[in-house]
């Protein structure tokens, strides 16, 4: 499958890394990271499908399928080696490629994510939640999720418009990843990771919680772990400068 994938910056002979957003997200949920390496690398900012552009077919996935998508879309733009960030779901693509397509990675940034997310009967409720009710149904669930306690209230641009993306992503886009994440769990498979690995956690993350990362780190043996002080599970919204800092001096280390 095609994943869309779109420059940030025309910085041609640079490393690369391709960032990936979160479920229910836009490509742009890490542009205020990736604008602050724009100088040193070739940035690509990559789409979950449907969620910035439309879909080109209506058929189902799986989180390798969107792994390998990537590898071959990247490779048609002349990328066969590269650095990739990715959050939530994204996160899981990483660790995906990691296993299955380890010689595209020179480095991984997996952000708030996890080897398995959830059980089929949460899956489930939030596949039927967003049938019934569309992403909009889902916003004030989504909030408590995202962002820790007070951000909203801060006049931060950032927040409410991750939100208003949320409630404009097309609802069958959200579905078809939503059941992709009940198929996902990579449990058992992380030690086999070799490549140089950065764990990010959000302190307030009640899903992917610092705890359930540091375990995924202790798996995976080429890996440090950088926990986000107030933030939860969008950190790279929440805190960019800070999380700019760890990946930019995980990225002098590989």
């Known amino acids: 499958m095609r994943i869309c994938v779109h420059p940030l910056n025309d910085n041609p002979g640079s490393p690369v890394i391709v960032f990936g957003n979160a479920l229910g997200t836009r490509m742009s949920l890490w542009a205020a990271v990736a604008g602050r390496l724009a100088d040193d690398y070739q940035i690509y900012l990559s789409d979950l499908p449907g969620h910035t552009h439309p ?8 989180v390798a399928e ?7 879309s990247l490779s048609e733009l002349g990328v066969e080696k590269f650095t990739y960030c990715g959050a939530s779901i994204s996160g899981g693509i990483g660790l995906t490629l990691a296993l299955d397509h380890p010689d ?3 480095g991984l940034v997996a952000c708030s994510t996890a080897a398995k ?22 916003m004030d669930d989504t909030a408590d999720r995202w962002f820790a306690a007070g951000f909203l209230t801060e006049d ?18 959200y579905l078809a990843c939503a059941r992709a994440l ?3 769990d990579l449990g058992g498979r992380l030690e ?4 140089p690995t950065l764990f990010i956690a959000g302190a307030q993350d009640p899903s992917c919680t610092p705890e359930a990362m540091t375990e995924l780190s202790e798996q995976v043996s080429e890996s440090t772990i950088a926990v986000i002080p107030d933030a939860a599970h969008l950190p790279m919204a929440e805190h960019p400068d800070i999380v700019f800092d760890h990946i930019e001096q995980f990225l002098s280390r590989v």
């Open 55 to 62: 879909r080109t077919d209506d058929e189902d996935f799986t």
């Open 66 to 72: 969107l792994a390998s998508g990537l590898v071959s």
């Open 104 to 106: 595209s990675l020179t």
């Open 117 to 138: 997310f959830g059980t089929a009967e949460t899956w489930a409720e939030r596949i039927k939640d967003v049938e019934e009710d569309g992403t909009r149904g889902q």
């Open 156 to 173: 931060i641009a950032s927040g409410p418009a991750i939100l208003t993306d949320l409630a404009m992503i097309d609802d069958a886009a």
């Open 182 to 184: 009940t198929k996902y």
């Open 192 to 195: 086999a990771i070799s490549t």
